[in-house]
Nanobody, 122 residues
C-alpha cells in the first residue's frame, strides 16, 4: 500500500513563503505522476500543481509564477515551494500520486496523503 506523508505546512503572513514536502512509502512510485491539491473551507478539492512521469509540470493559473513543484529522486521527495503567499492560498494541502497522473484533476489520482494545513494571514 502506498502511503504519502506531507510536512512543512503552517501559518505565515501574506507575502511569505513555505515549502511543502511529501515523502512516499510502500511502493515504487519514482516514475509516477505526483501532485499537490488544495481544499479550502467549504470548497471542493482542486489541483494546484502536478509533476507528471515524463517530467512535465502543470500549474493552476492562480499559482503560476508563485509556486514551484519539484522532485528529489534521490530523497524520493516531492516538494511544493510556495512564494508570495496570499490569504486565498489558505487551505488543506494534499499530496497525491498515481501511475498515470498528469492533470490537475482529483479523479486522476488514486493515492492521497492525510493533508497538511497552510494558513496565510493578511
Amino acid at each position: 500500500v502506498v502511503q504519502l506523508q506531507e510536512s512543512g505546512g503552517g501559518s505565515v503572513q501574506a507575502g511569505g513563503s513555505l515549502r511543502l514536502s511529501c515523502v512516499p512509502s510502500g511502493g515504487r512510485i519514482g516514475s509516477w505522476g505526483m501532485g499537490w491539491f488544495r481544499q479550502a473551507p467549504g470548497k471542493e478539492r482542486e489541483g494546484v500543481a502536478v509533476s507528471a512521469s515524463d517530467g512535465s509540470t502543470a500549474y493552476a493559473d492562480h499559482v503560476k509564477g508563485r509556486f514551484t513543484i519539484s522532485r528529489d529522486n534521490a530523497k524520493k521527495t516531492l516538494y511544493l515551494q510556495m512564494n508570495s503567499l496570499k490569504p486565498e492560498d489558505t487551505g488543506m494541502y494534499y499530496c497525491a500520486a498515481d501511475p498515470l497522473g498528469c492533470r490537475l484533476l482529483v479523479e486522476d489520482f488514486i493515492y492521497w496523503g492525510q493533508g497538511i494545513q497552510v494558513t496565510v494571514s493578511s
